[in-house]
């Protein structure tokens, strides 16, 4: 709610939270309708929701949003599972409502340069990339629901590696993932995972390598980030400065423009969807890494392959 409170072109008229504590926490900030149940709220159904509940509800309560005759923002990940996603794109396009998902990865400075020279093909193909997330996922402040993997949907990169798919589909745009590979560690301690190496490969080549880590803190010398491999040269970035490398070593770099207010890329999207204009990200890119994440799990799970554009995976343009 606290992501709403920051644009002008809302108010907030109701709050629901199945804890009355917060619900009231709430009503004292921003005032407004108070509830415990969804269902209750969706009663006098608002012009749009906002959903950020533990993930595995996000499918079930978005689409009783849309059907109430909501439009739907849905925290990251847009879903746990192949058929919440396809139930949710579906109930969007059949009651005409904006379906949008907060999620920011694609928008960084950084990415939007790469997407934008990729796109215009002045990086050739691309061959590979990788990203490195390391940090202490189990910290103490984290809701227990985020450790309960049926609530969760998954750990460490069904959460917030999510952040790094996007990452990589805006600095790819077009690019189709075709199958996932992955290997997931468990330690006793945790039920859920938060050590995942996951490889998708893309329908025209490439691959990305992923590797999310969270029992540790990061130490200062690990090295993390990533980078993307190019026909034409490596490519990388930080807050500031987007980076070459070409074939012939002369290194290019460019000043990034500073990040817009987080999520203001997000809430835009909302207003031209629910003005029934096209967005980018398509909210079927977002899904389709939701898919992937869950996609990673089972290869996990099963050692094998996990083909993206099979029926128990394709998630439908
Ligand atoms: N985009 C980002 O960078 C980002 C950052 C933080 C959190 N999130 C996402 O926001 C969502 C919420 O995360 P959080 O950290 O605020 O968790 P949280 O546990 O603080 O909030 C979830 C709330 O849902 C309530 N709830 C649970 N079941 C309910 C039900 N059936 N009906 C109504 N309320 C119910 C809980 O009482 C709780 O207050 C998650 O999807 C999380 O991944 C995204």
């Known amino acids: 709610m606290a992501t709403v409170e920051q644009f002008d072109d809302f108010d907030i008229t109701a709050i629901c939270d199945a804890d009355p504590a917060r619900v009231e926490a709430w009503q004292q900030r921003v005032g407004g309708r108070g509830f415990t149940r969804h269902t209750d709220l969706l009663e006098a159904p608002p012009d749009v929701v906002v959903v950020a509940l533990p993930h595995a509800l996000h499918g079930v309560v978005s689409v009783e949003a849309m059907g109430a005759g909501c439009h739907v923002i849905v925290e990251k990940p847009m879903a746990t599972t192949v058929e919440d996603l396809r139930s949710m794109l579906k109930t969007a396009r059949d009651r005409r409502r904006a379906l949008i998902v907060s999620e920011t990865g694609s928008f960084e400075p950084g990415v939007v340069e790469t997407g934008r020279r990729y796109a215009r093909g002045d990086l050739g193909r691309f061959l590979t990339g990788s990203s490195i997330n390391a940090r202490r996922y189990f910290n103490s402040d984290r ?81 993390g980030g990533r980078h993307f491999i190019f026909e034409k040269g490596m490519v990388s970035w930080d807050d500031t400065t987007w980076r070459m490398m070409p074939r012939d070593g002369a290194e290019i770099t460019r000043d990034l423009p500073p990040a817009e207010t987080t999520y203001a890329s997000v809430y835009r999207n909302l207003l031209l969807a629910i003005d029934g204009q096209p967005c980018a990200p398509e909210t079927r890119e977002l899904a389709q890494d939701a898919a992937i994440a869950q996609a990673a799990y089972e290869s996990g799970r099963t050692g094998r392959d996990v083909d993206l554009g099979s029926e128990d995976w394709r998630i439908e343009s």
Do not use: K
Request: hydrophobic residues 40%; contains cysteine.
């Open 143 to 223: 809701p227990q629901w985020f450790l309960d993997s049926q609530a969760s949907g998954g750990g460490m990169f069904g959460n917030v590696g999510l952040h790094r798919l996007a990452n990589a589909r805006g600095c790819l745009p077009g690019a189709i993932p075709a199958s996932v590979t992955a290997a997931v560690a468990h330690v006793p301690e945790h039920a859920v995972e938060a050590c995942t190496s996951a490889l998708v490969r893309y329908r025209d080549g490439g691959s990305m390598l992923y590797e999310e880590v969270g029992y540790f803190e990061r130490p200062p010398w690990l090295n």
